[in-house]
T-cell receptor, first 114, second 115 residues
Framework: DAKTTQPPSMDCAEGRAANLPCNHS???????VYWYRQIHSQGPQYIIH???NNETNEMASLIITEDRKSSTLILPHATLRDTAVYYC???????????????FGTGTLLAVQP | DAGVIQSPRHEVTEMGQEVTLRCKPI?????LFWYRQTMMRGLELLIY????????DSGMPEDRFSAKMPNASFSTLKIQPSEPRDSAVYFC?????????????FGPGTRLLVL
């Protein structure tokens, strides 16, 4: 799976949009971008994933550049409860075998400030 | 749905003792994963199962670690004998058929401290 690079930490004011960047310059055509987050003392939580197109769900939006070498996770109105470590993961979308693995990096610690 | 259930939530034991961690995946999920998280190494995949069969155990650190899944609703991770360096948070996760979206659902974790 391709390697991802994220800033170690970011701050965001409560109520403002949080934009978390991720570089995945070696991504292959069949690799999806996944985002998970881990709130302190809890297990990781799935947020969103995408292949080529931008995606949106009730939690966040995912913007993937046209060349797919980077992406941005957007939390439109950050709250204090969004303070967490956010992981960007690239995963091959095949069925069975080693592609079911999620390889977590160090992520970005997002601190939402009141 | 209760989500992934892990027990115990906290475990304190002495070096050399056997430790057994338990996991109940979400009903209907075919895949089960065991992870370990430490400050030094982050979140690491230890082993995962598909339909109760171990598929990849390349992340299991050594022979002291073993995992079983006797049925679709229960899995154990055993450490025997335990060592202080095994102190970590151990997470279990389950996933439906990856042809869907491959999302993994994590349990709350077991915090293990080996003295």
């Amino acid at each position: 799976d391709a390697k991802t690079t994220q800033p170690p930490s970011m701050d965001c004011a409560e109520g403002r949009a949080a934009n978390l960047p991720c570089n995945h310059s070696t991504i292959s055509g069949n690799e999806y971008v996944y985002w998970y987050r881990q709130i302190h003392s809890q297990g990781p939580q799935y947020i969103i994933h995408g292949l080529k197109n931008n995606e949106t769900n009730e939690m966040a939006s995912l913007i993937i550049t046209e060349d797919r070498k980077s992406s941005t996770l957007i939390l439109p109105h950050a709250t204090l409860r969004d303070t967490a470590v956010y992981y960007c993961i690239v995963r091959v979308a095949n069925y069975g075998g080693a592609t079911n693995k999620l390889i977590f990096g160090t992520g970005t610690l997002l601190a939402v400030q009141p | 749905d209760a989500g992934v259930i892990q027990s115990p939530r906290h475990e304190v034991t002495e070096m050399g003792q056997e430790v057994t961690l338990r996991c109940k995946p979400i009903s209907g999920h075919d895949y089960l994963f065991w992870y370990r998280q430490t400050m030094m190494r982050g979140l690491e995949l230890l082993i995962y199962f598909n339909n109760n069969v171990p598929i990849d155990d390349s992340g299991m650190p050594e022979d002291r670690f073993s995992a079983k899944m006797p049925n679709a609703s229960f899995s154990t991770l055993k450490i025997q004998p335990s060592e202080p360096r095994d102190s970590a948070v151990y997470f279990c996760a389950s996933s439906p058929d990856p042809s869907a979206d491959g999302t993994q659902y994590f349990g709350p974790g077991t915090r293990l401290l080996v003295l």
